[in-house]
């Protein structure tokens, strides 16, 4: 009879089978360093269910409360009037809590946005979130592609992703982009081509098991003694290091 398990060991054997669950996200903002006030003006957030995207997004602009400096304008096109009329971080900090959920978070550089993104989370009262939360898909690329480049343009045009759309930085459409990036970073599209849940079958192959024996009666050699000596004169005129002098002893 099968070994009885505990209701711990039940559950753990049902958390095991639970699809994995990431979001993919990017930030834009006001400039480089939280500490120098810059803030988060876009958030964009892609659902990934074991690597694949389910069509489920977060995408908020936020109104920074400061002006947005040229430079920053100049990236992402985003301007303080554009900005002016949208909710402040705190105000949709809850909503972006609750679709990320405790998920792994997938980001490209990820202390940049995790400093933006927990610096905006404590100014509003809420909990950083962890840095282990996040896989850096930049220091993936780095080990995967040493001598780069390994931005996210550079990183579609070495996949063959079409960021034809990305005339600026958008942080919806570049987590997106991210999201294939990553599918290559991690193995290509190898983990999905068992297609269980699609299917809901398994297919089970038997090899077939072949014993090779000695054949009973060496077979007749193809060349004849003519093409023996003729090959051995062609040897003769490559020189004394030749290899084949050597092969023909």
Same mark, same amino acid.
């Given at each position: 009879?099968?070994?009885?398990?505990?209701?711990?060991?039940?559950?753990?054997?049902a958390?095991?089978?639970?699809?994995?669950?990431?979001?993919?996200?990017?930030?834009?903002?006001?400039?480089?360093?939280?500490?120098?006030?810059?803030?988060?003006?876009?958030?964009?957030?892609?659902?990934?269910?074991?690597?694949?995207?389910?069509?489920?997004?977060?995408?908020?602009?936020?109104?920074?409360?400061?002006?947005?400096?040229?430079?920053?304008?100049?990236?992402?096109?985003?301007?303080?009037?554009?900005?002016?009329?949208?909710?402040?971080?705190?105000?949709?900090?809850?909503?972006?809590?609750?679709?990320?959920?405790?998920?792994?978070?997938?980001?490209?550089n990820? %202390?940049?946005?995790? !400093?933006?993104?927990?610096? *905006? =989370?404590? &100014?509003?009262?809420?909990p950083? $979130?962890?840095?282990?939360?996040?896989?850096?898909?930049?220091?993936?690329?780095?080990?995967?592609?040493?001598?780069?480049?390994?931005?996210?343009?550079?990183?579609c045009?070495r996949?063959?992703?079409?960021?034809?759309g990305?005339?600026?930085?958008?942080?919806?459409?570049? %987590?997106?982009l991210? !999201?294939?990036?990553?599918? *290559? =970073?991690? &193995?290509?599209?190898?983990?999905? $081509?068992?297609?269980?849940?699609?299917?809901?079958?398994?297919?089970?192959?038997?090899?077939?098991?072949?014993v090779?024996?000695?054949?009973?009666r060496?077979?007749?050699?193809?060349?004849?003694?003519?093409?023996?000596?003729?090959?051995?004169?062609?040897?003769?005129?490559?020189?004394?290091?030749?290899?084949?002098?050597?092969?023909?002893?």
């Amino acid at each position: 009879m099968p070994w009885p398990r505990s209701s711990e060991s039940w559950h753990n054997c049902a958390a095991e089978a639970e699809p994995l669950r990431e979001i993919v996200l990017d930030t834009e903002t006001t400039g480089l360093k939280p500490e120098e006030g810059h803030r988060i003006v876009e958030i964009g957030c892609v659902e990934l269910l074991n690597h694949v995207a389910t069509g489920r997004t977060f995408h908020r602009f936020v109104n920074p409360e400061r002006d947005v400096p040229s430079g920053a304008f100049d990236v992402h096109g985003l301007s303080a009037q554009f900005l002016a009329d949208k909710p402040v971080f705190s105000a949709i900090a809850d909503d972006f809590l609750a679709f990320v959920d405790g998920a792994p978070l997938v980001i490209h550089n990820a %202390a940049f946005d995790m !400093a933006f993104l927990n610096t *905006e =989370l404590k &100014g509003s009262g809420r909990p950083e $979130l962890p840095g282990e939360q996040a896989t850096d898909t930049l220091h993936i690329a780095r080990r995967r592609h040493p001598t780069g480049p390994n931005s996210l343009d550079a990183l579609c045009r070495r996949y063959g992703i079409d960021n034809s759309g990305r005339t600026k930085h958008g942080a919806l459409l570049d %987590a997106e982009l991210l !999201a294939e990036v990553y599918l *290559e =970073l991690i &193995g290509g599209r190898q983990p999905h $081509l068992t297609l269980v849940e699609q299917h809901r079958s398994t297919t089970i192959v038997i090899a077939e098991h072949r014993v090779h024996r000695a054949r009973p009666r060496p077979l007749e050699p193809r060349l004849t003694a003519a093409d023996d000596l003729r090959h051995r004169a062609f040897v003769a005129t490559l020189g004394e290091k030749t290899l084949w002098r050597m092969v023909l002893g």
